[in-house]
């Protein structure tokens, strides 16, 4: 039996297909969730604890409770109050959801499908391979998140034709796929997305905001507190219009309230959930697919819930989006699924996958040399030839890449490739190498003798090392000592260059609008930015800082009118007005 | 490895213009064998994807069809002059393009980003009528090809035309993506 497993960023599921169905398993409470959490006791010969158990001790004991480990999947480091690789406290939530599972079959269970951000690159894929090997299982396969909701999706509708972008915003990391269901074919057209994008990026500015209105919280546990309270706000208000955030003892017995509104919180959550928009426009145009020709535009991931990230997706894709899939749980289903089709036991199915990101090679003026390009469907392969380029050269080394941009050192490196020369005269050598990329978007490199015909594997050597601790100490020492001068002198020159923006804006928009802003408006404006300019000359950081934010709010509405004007002079030249 | 010949691993007669229909439900059902999810091999359904890929773009088409119809056949020559206007066009915008894109990305204020919005307008409309032209030429050159006279000249002469109007269709995707607004 393959089990299906769904390594999140906030939480983790595993599921089993029984009886040609699949289900998800519950642990001992009746939970399918398992709080992707480790807890790590002062005691080091006790064991650390995972899943809800792991965030009841995060209030209790602070500090020895790590979270959301997957945006560090594939990093060098180590992490938590026992120093481990990512991966090792990966292969601990795994081995718990083991547990669940077996606890649940009443059999072993050693063989899975886990999956991993559609976005995930080669090292990071590999990390998480590695840690499914760490928790005792076989990993079968490796499969991107959107594709196995697209799966969920599309298991009851064999029959169909259609096309879906499924849109999955977690807790860490957003995926956007295009995908092409042709009887039975899941074909996955184009992907897109940011591996450091997600839910818990508006949980940190909601901190910092509530922060920044009620102080410092006294201690780590009132810390603790202040991001439960911080979620939770931001959960209540996917449903409700305002919400009273309370912590009791924030500051020794001092009690703190106050109440934050649905549209504060998008106000907050607007650029991250805004930063979705380029990768779904670059998805569709990978896909070559305008947007009106989806059939359906899929939401996954427990952000999705929020109104706001509704709201954004509806308007990039031209229509409002399906709900129908649970957020939660759609991404471990179609794992399941995927394990049935892997088993036999759904055989109607056949599922391809592309690998998110190019593969190049870096060349000698340090470009980025694309071997295969992102969105090539999987498994593929491709060959490079190599030779020296000195008589007598014995080996030469090349630096493989992932990634979209130009120079080499933009892109993500995988490690160093060493490729070995017979001796001869220049360009006599000739090494055949070859990149293969397999179902699972890990890569395989091979180098071909061209006398024997042989094949063998060549290891790519990842040259990132880990930082060793004195090191990183001494970087945080030497940064905390200029921190005050740095902050004061970055406020004022952050603050400075916008307001050397906004000033000239101010005057071409006010100019360019003309009518169309009310008198009331206009004063208002040129009173803040006579003030900006005021505490330009006086060189006052937090005056000006005070300034420019003011002058910001006072030019959003004219702002929203200019662009309103502009789009609506466009519609009227296309004949669409 | 031995030479693929991309209309034979489809099962699709030689020709330069496929039917978009056909090579779906070839691939879709040589997939369901050849995929290793299926009891396939990965180098054959490698193979099988990337005949896929070449048949499936105009440009990569014909150029294969060349290849294995009068190898060794080279692909330089003059643009026709029309297509040169094309190109004087499409440069322009392209640069017009990315210029707004790196001004807008290095606003600050939404009051900054706001004055740019009717540039970006003219620059999407300009992108989006000729992607409209391209789109044009390349289904014109396809039209053209159902009536091939078995000559290298004429596949040639489409070929190259081809190449070109695809980067620039990937260019001008590209850009307006980027674009947004």
Not at chain 1, 192 to 207: H, K, P, Q, S, W
Request: a negative charge; glycine letters at 8%; proline letters at 4%.
């Amino acid at each position: 039996m393959i089990c299906g497993i769904d390594l999140g960023t906030t939480h983790s599921l595993i599921g089993v297909v029984e009886a040609g169905f699949p289900i998800l398993l519950a642990d001992e409470s009746g939970s399918r969730l398992t709080p992707s959490a480790v807890y790590f006791p002062a005691d080091a010969a006790e064991p650390p604890r995972v899943g809800a158990a792991a965030l009841r001790q995060r209030v209790l004991d602070p500090g020895r409770t790590v979270t959301s480990v997957k945006r560090l999947m594939g990093q060098p480091g180590r992490v938590g109050p026992r120093a481990m690789r990512p991966e090792e406290i990966a292969a601990l939530i795994l081995g718990r959801l083991k547990a669940v599972g077996e606890a649940a079959m009443g059999e072993p269970l050693t063989r899975a499908v886990i999956t991993v951000p559609a976005y995930f690159n080669d090292s990071q894929r590999a990390a998480t391979k590695r840690a499914g090997e760490r928790a005792g299982l076989v990993v079968e396969r490796i499969l991107n998140e959107p594709t196995a909701a697209a799966l969920a999706y599309g298991l009851d509708k064999l029959d169909e034709r259609s096309r879906v972008a499924v849109y999955d915003l977690g807790g860490g990391t957003f995926d956007i796929s295009i995908l092409e269901l042709r009887s039975g074919v899941f074909e996955v057209l184009s992907t897109a997305g940011d591996t450091r994008l997600g839910g818990d990026d508006i949980d940190e500015a909601v901190v910092a905001h509530l922060q920044a209105r009620l102080g410092e919280p006294a201690d780590a546990p009132a810390r603790a507190r202040l991001w439960e309270a911080a979620i939770a706000a931001k959960h209540a208000l996917s449903t409700v219009d305002t919400h009273r955030v309370q912590l009791p003892f924030y500051r020794g017995t001092e009690s703190v309230e106050l109440e934050l509104t649905r549209a504060e919180l998008e106000a907050l959550a607007g650029p991250v959930v805004d930063r979705t928009r380029a990768c779904c426009r670059r998805a569709l145009a990978d896909a070559g697919l305008p947007a009106a020709d989806l059939d359906e535009v899929i939401l996954v991931g427990g952000a999705t819930r929020m109104p706001l990230v509704r709201r954004v997706a509806a308007e990039v894709f031209g229509r409002e989006p399906n709900i129908s899939q649970h957020p939660d749980e759609a991404v471990a289903l179609g794992a399941t699924i995927q394990a049935g089709i892997l088993e036999g036991s759904l055989r109607q199915i056949l599922l391809l996958d592309v690998t998110p990101l190019s593969l190049g090679l870096e060349t000698f003026g340090g470009l980025m040399n694309v071997i295969i390009p992102r969105n090539t469907t999987i498994p593929c392969k491709a060959g490079e030839l190599f030779t020296n380029a000195v008589p007598n050269q014995e080996s030469m080394l090349v630096r493989v890449l992932q990634g979209e941009r130009e120079m080499a050192r933009d892109n993500w490196e995988l490690g160093q490739l060493a490729i070995d020369f017979q001796p001869g005269p220049k360009g006599s050598a000739r090494v055949g190498v070859q990149f293969e990329i397999d179902q699972n978007g890990l890569l395989r490199v091979l180098a071909r003798d061209t006398r024997t015909g042989t094949d063998r594997v060549l290891e790519i050597r990842n040259t990132a090392v880990d930082v060793d601790d004195a090191r990183v100490e001494e970087m945080i020492a030497a940064s905390l000592d200029h921190a005050f001068d740095d902050m004061r002198e970055r406020v004022f020159t952050e603050a400075r260059q916008k307001a050397e923006e906004l000033l000239p804006a101010v005057d071409q928009a006010l100019a360019a609008a003309g009518s169309a802003v009310a008198e009331m408006d206009r004063a208002a404006i040129e009173a803040a930015a006579a003030e900006t300019r005021a505490a330009l000359e006086a060189g006052e950081a937090a005056r000006l800082k005070a300034a420019v934010t003011a002058l910001d709010r006072a030019t959003e509405h004219l702002a929203a009118v200019l662009v309103d004007r502009a789009l609506e002079e466009s519609l009227q030249r296309r004949g669409i007005l | 490895m031995t030479r693929l010949d991309a209309f034979a691993e489809m099962g699709l007669p030689r020709a330069p213009s496929v039917d978009a229909e056909a090579l779906a439900r070839q691939f879709d059902a040589l997939s369901r064998t050849r995929h290793p999810d299926a009891g396939g091999e990965a180098a054959a359904f490698a193979r099988l994807a990337e005949a896929r890929r070449l048949l499936s773009s105009t440009a990569l088409r014909l150029r294969h069809l060349l290849e294995l119809e009068h190898p060794g056949t080279r692909l330089e020559g003059a643009l026709s002059p029309s297509l040169m206007d094309l190109f004087a066009a499409v440069g322009p915008a392209l640069q017009a393009a990315g210029d707004l894109e790196r001004r807008r990305a290095a606003a600050t204020s939404a009051l900054a980003r706001a004055l740019l919005a009717p540039g970006q307008m003219h620059a999407r409309e300009e992108l989006e009528r000729l992607g409209a032209e391209v789109a044009d030429r390349l289904e014109a050159i396809d039209a053209a090809s159902r009536l091939w006279d078995g000559t290298a000249g004429t596949l040639t002469a489409w070929a190259r035309e081809a190449a070109f109007l695809e980067k620039w269709q990937a260019q001008i995707r590209d850009a307006l993506s980027r674009l947004g607004l």
